[in-house]
């Protein structure tokens, strides 16, 4: 819930206060210039990382993700990835840019960080619970290796001049927090509409097989009179 909070905090800062009606914020006139200034130096790789924000390739990781969650029988996690990941990227292209985008009078936020970081947050939710025994170890090197992909792809629509450093952190804010609100509103779901365990009757009340070891009724010797 924090880091759903931090999330929005992020959109509103880069979307109203940095990003300002076209004028580079403080964020940007600082950060823009160093990425940029890396374009030169790792011109392949660069030209590489974009295509991996694009839509063909986010459809695919999405797909080898509900492919994962099908063969492991995570149901719900496929759901959350179905929904979030879409989601994101339809509140960046469709609600964000149109109103707050030309509001400033730039591409905000960013769609490549928000499918990237989307997917990474996803594949994290995902990793937070396996369904089978994965080292801890090897679950923060896997979710370590997925951020620093989905930061590279926003760097690198930096380093070319596509998006401002505030675009890109709205646009990681944007695909963290739809992900972490699909998750918190399909565990509410799921605790509502799991049934309650019954009571079970005292053991008095149930047959001597089913009362737990040392349960037993003890009965009382009868008195003398």
């Avoid at 964020?27 to 974009?50: M, S």
């Avoid at 992909?149 to 952190?169: E, N, W």
């Avoid at 565990?187 to 009362?211: F, I, N, Q, T, Y």
């Amino acid at each position: 819930m924090v880091l759903l909070a931090a999330c929005v905090a992020a959109i509103a800062a880069t979307g109203v206060r940095f990003a300002g009606y076209g004028l580079p914020g403080w964020l940007d006139a600082t950060f823009d210039p160093r990425f940029q200034a890396q374009q030169g130096r790792f011109p392949v790789l660069l030209d590489w990382l974009p295509h991996l924000g694009q839509l063909k390739a986010v459809t695919a990781m999405t797909f080898a993700l509900l492919l994962a969650c099908a063969i492991t029988r995570r149901w719900r996690g496929a759901v959350l990835t179905a929904l979030a990941v879409p989601l994101a990227i339809g509140m960046t292209d469709y609600v964000l840019k149109p109103t707050v985008g030309e509001a400033i009078g730039a591409a905000f936020p960013s769609g490549h960080a928000t499918s990237s970081f989307a997917l990474a947050a996803s594949f994290a939710v995902l990793l937070a619970n396996p369904p089978s025994r994965v080292p801890a170890g090897l679950r923060l090197l896997l979710v370590l290796l997925a951020v620093l992909m989905a930061t590279a792809v926003a760097a690198a629509m930096v380093a070319i001049g596509a998006h401002t450093f505030s675009d890109a952190v709205g646009g990681a804010a944007v695909g963290i927090g739809v992900v972490l609100a699909c998750a918190l509103t399909l565990d509410a779901l799921g605790s509502l509409l799991r049934p309650e365990p019954a009571a079970l009757p005292p053991p008095a009340a149930r047959p001597a097989a089913e009362r737990p070891a040392g349960s037993q009724v003890q009965l009382q010797p009868p008195t003398r009179s």
